[in-house]
């Protein structure tokens, strides 16, 4: 008995140890005021610590979930209920924030089952014959062989090589632009060739033939590369068993060369 009793005494937290406690209280509650959650949840926790009342725990629950952590606030909210033995009001607010945070509500005590008489077994009843089926034959892949794969890069490479060759074709030509306007020069009259002039008209000139060289590639590439697709689409022994979707056509001009794709669906 006298051993319990210490034992009893010794559980008690001390009276300094409980004014601190209260002080950390106060202090978490002046911080929920100001919406400072996380500051709450910290002196909430170090109040229980000295307190050991489990009523603390749903202080903690709520600091944590008004702070955005709903992970950490159903973990507190859920120790509440089991060692804090709530009132049943209580226990339903909880249980709601519980479920409010994305956590099942805790689980309810099961009502006794009725006594029953146990039925007897079930007579077993005659298999019946049925005819096995044959199994369900395996889809047909509808992923593209490896031949199909390269021909379409042929494609992408093609458009590519020709949009930069387009681009590269449009600077050229804003050069020639820059040229004639420097022959205009400023409201109509040219400027003084001297070597400034003369200058600026040499970079002009370097720069448009570079843009027109650049892009003479460019288109030259995307016509390799599509010759190379067209081929590639001919020669695929599998473009007999589908129909073709695509028609590439390389096309060559006087100021150019190019290719035209078509692509139905």
Not at 179 to 208: F, H, M, N, S, W
Not at 223 to 251: H, M, N, Q, Y
């Amino acid at each position: 008995m006298l051993a319990a009793v210490v034992g009893v005494a010794s559980a008690q937290p001390a009276p300094a140890d409980l004014a601190r406690a209260k002080e950390l209280y106060q202090s978490a509650e002046t911080a929920m005021a100001q919406s400072r959650f996380d500051d709450a949840a910290r002196d909430y926790a170090a109040a229980y610590d000295l307190s050991k009342d489990p009523v603390l725990f749903f202080k903690i629950g709520s600091a944590h979930q008004k702070a955005g952590k709903c992970d950490i606030a159903v973990v507190y909210y859920r120790r509440y209920l089991k060692e804090g033995a709530p009132a049943e009001p209580f226990a339903t607010t909880t249980r709601e924030r519980i479920t409010a945070c994305g956590g099942d509500k805790a689980p309810e005590p099961a009502p006794p089952e009725p006594m029953t008489t146990p039925a007897p077994p079930p007579t077993p009843e005659p298999a019946a014959t049925t005819t096995p089926t044959e199994p369900p034959a395996p889809a047909k892949s509808t992923a593209l062989p490896a031949r199909h794969r390269l021909a379409w890069l042929l494609v992408g490479g093609s458009i590519a090589s020709f949009t930069v060759g387009a681009v590269l074709a449009y600077s050229a030509n804003a050069a020639e632009n820059d040229v004639d306007d420097l022959y205009v020069g400023l409201g109509g009259i040219p400027p003084a060739y001297d070597a400034r002039t003369k200058a600026r008209l040499d970079e002009l000139i370097d720069e448009g033939e570079r843009y027109e060289l650049l892009s003479r590639i460019g288109f030259g590439v995307a016509g390799a590369l599509a010759i190379g697709a067209t081929i590639r689409f001919l020669t695929d022994p599998d473009a007999a068993e589908t129909p073709a979707k695509t028609s590439i056509v390389p096309t060559v001009s006087p100021r150019g060369a190019g290719v035209a794709a078509t692509i139905r669906f």
